[in-house]
T-cell receptor, first 114, second 107 residues
Framework: EAQVTQNPRYLITVTGKKLTVTCSQNMNHEYMSWYRQDPGLGLRQIYYSMNVEVTDKGDVPEGYKVSRKEKRNFPLILESPSPNQTSLYFC?????????????FGPGTRLTVL | GEDVEQSLFLSVREGDSSVINCTYTDSSSTYLYWYKQEPGAGLQLLTYIFSNMDMKQDQRLTVLLNKKDKHLSLRIADTQTGDSAIYFCAEGRDMRFGAGTRLTVKP
């Protein structure tokens, strides 16, 4: 089954404690991205990756890091989480359709930073 | 920056039609998208429309695109309780999302 998986699905942590949210896709897509979803703001892109070892900042990259060492995985790293990073996070994997993308989203990771 | 705007809430009765509206700003967008998010789940692509089209119909869904006004709408015919969800429009290669419209369908 084609899918995007994220782990963990729920995480409660404390300020300053480094964490990693994993994302994996089995569709051999080159393009992957991370979003955060906040009430009234919709989805905002944090980082994206066009291919292995190619990553770039989205609209709200501050406080986040990513890596893309292999095509299927795109982990999101919070080196020193803060309460304003409490949010719902989605990983997406995409393939190109002409001038756009068809995106497949993971189930989401709800992060609470105390 | 570019903004995609949607009203936040819509409530309809079961069996009625729902119309969810969206305005966008990037006139160079090639594709415009509608995504559905059910409670506790990720987003699923519902449909998309290419910018050289005015309308696209897919079963109960009709997408209308007015390029002059940069206005996109999603019409759901015969709305069912299972259609209750948040609907996001998104534009372009950069995939900019609106804030989402929460559709509530009352029996």
């Amino acid at each position: 089954e084609a899918q995007v998986t994220q782990n963990p699905r729920y995480l409660i942590t404390v300020t300053g404690k480094k964490l990693t949210v994993t994302c994996s896709q089995n569709m051999n897509h080159e393009y992957m991205s991370w979003y955060r979803q906040d009430p009234g703001l919709g989805l905002r892109q944090i980082y994206y990756s066009m291919n292995v070892e190619v990553t770039d900042k989205g609209d709200v990259p501050e406080g986040y890091k990513v890596s893309r060492k292999e095509k299927r995985n795109f982990p999101l790293i919070l080196e020193s989480p803060s309460p304003n990073q409490t949010s719902l996070y989605f990983c997406a994997s995409s393939y190109a359709i002409g001038g756009g993308w068809e995106q497949f989203f993971g189930p989401g990771t709800r992060l609470t930073v105390l | 920056g570019e903004d995609v705007e949607q009203s936040l809430f819509l409530s309809v009765r079961e069996g009625d039609s729902s119309v969810i509206n969206c305005t966008y700003t990037d006139s160079s967008s090639t594709y415009l998208y509608w995504y559905k998010q059910e409670p506790g789940a990720g987003l699923q692509l519902l449909t998309y429309i290419f910018s050289n089209m005015d309308m696209k119909q897919d079963q109960r869904l009709t997408v209308l695109l007015n390029k002059k006004d940069k206005h996109l709408s999603l019409r759901i015919a015969d709305t069912q309780t299972g259609d209750s969800a948040i609907y996001f429009c998104a534009e372009g290669r950069d995939m900019r999302f609106g804030a989402g419209t929460r559709l509530t369908v009352k029996p």
